[in-house]
């Protein structure tokens, strides 16, 4: 079940979340306070994967996690995380959907992420939601010095030549303007880019 991370308690969220990343992420992984950071910080959105309907009971199970920053234009995925003993069931693949979901009803125009170069699972994950390889930075995770790609995803469609209003204002406009006036053969048209 997916749920806001401010739907269980935030000391349960931050230990569980912690103690997945030095897990997933040994060297590279986030305290707790960095995780308690982030739930903190301005324009961040956290999901947590919890077992069944762990919200009611005492102790929920934190199965995955991920989070966004969003800054008025771009969502830049800051992290996911699924314990191992869950993986591959399409828990990161719910969780970033949800995520996707989350950003574009915030009015995101585009996701961002960086994901270790050597991450197939990731990678594979990230190019079936439709992200692509933007580049590369050299050296990007540490302590370890690995290079990470960064991926895009549009979250709105870009109109590329006439858009179907494009073209009734041209035909509307053009009408009106031979009707009105014979003397010239201007016309403007509208690009949406």
């Known amino acids: 079940m997916i749920v ?6 935030e000391d349960t969220a931050v230990g569980q979340i912690a103690a997945l990343e030095k897990d997933l992420f040994d060297r590279g992984a986030w305290s707790e306070q960095s995780v308690r950071q982030e739930f903190h910080a301005p324009a961040r959105t956290y999901l947590l994967d919890i077992e069944g309907d762990a919200v009611q009971t005492a102790d929920p199970v934190v199965r995955g996690y991920a989070g966004y920053w969003y800054d008025g234009d771009d969502a830049e995925i800051m992290t996911i995380g699924v314990g191992r003993p869950y993986q591959r069931q399409g828990i990161a693949a719910a969780l970033l959907e ?29 190019e079936r939601f439709g992200f692509t390889r933007m580049g590369l930075r050299k050296r990007y995770y540490q302590p370890e010095g690995i290079d990470a790609y960064t991926m895009s995803l549009d979250l709105e469609p870009r109109v590329v030549g006439f858009s179907a209003t494009a073209d009734t204002e041209h035909t509307s406009a053009t009408h009106t303007q031979r009707s009105s006036n014979e003397r010239t053969n201007r016309t403007r048209h509208r690009i949406d880019l």
Not at 102 to 116: F, I, P, Y
């Open 4 to 9: 806001d991370h401010s739907q269980i308690p």
């Open 98 to 126: 949800t995520l996707i979901v989350s950003a574009r009803r915030q009015g995101a125009k585009r996701m961002l992420l960086e994901v270790r170069v050597d991450n197939v699972p990731a990678l594979a994950l990230y």
